[in-house]
């Protein structure tokens, strides 16, 4: 394993500006084929970001967690945190897991709550993605 940053001085890798808008309240990395990928809480405008790090930290683009009126599921706002992995996690998960602490919902309003989206989502965003800056 190398560390590119022996001395813990911090490095600035990207600025919260747009599309991510502060407060930047959650980071995790997930994997696609051995290609590191920085997934970002942008929860001053209710948005994900994806850094490709891999390729200097490229912004490769945001998404937003909507909602599932069919199912009575709110969309995510307010993010104060999240967590990431590419691990499948059994049949449910097979491509891991994006676990999104959701600070307000307004389908049944109440507290906050956590969303749970399938790395698939993930894995298909950033492949589809990669493939319009190849473009």
Not at 50 to 57: K, P, Q, T
Not at 69 to 75: F, N, S, Y
Not at 98 to 115: E, I
């Amino acid at each position: 394993m190398q560390l590119d940053n022996i001395n813990g001085q911090p490095e600035l890798i990207a600025r919260a500006q747009a599309p991510v808008k502060a407060d930047i309240e959650g980071m995790g990395i997930y994997n696609i084929d051995g290609e590191k990928f920085l997934v970002v809480s942008s929860q001053g405008n209710n948005r994900f970001a994806i850094y490709r790090i891999d390729a200097n930290n490229e912004l490769l683009g945001v998404f937003a967690i909507g909602a599932n009126k069919a199912l009575g599921i709110d969309a995510v706002s307010e993010t104060d945190g999240i967590e990431v992995t590419s691990i499948p996690l059994g049949d449910a998960f097979p491509k891991g897991l994006l676990v999104v602490q959701d600070g307000r919902n307004v389908m049944p309003m109440a507290p906050q709550n956590f969303k749970l989206v399938s790395g698939e989502y993930l894995d298909d965003f950033i492949t589809l993605k990669i493939r319009q800056l190849a473009q």
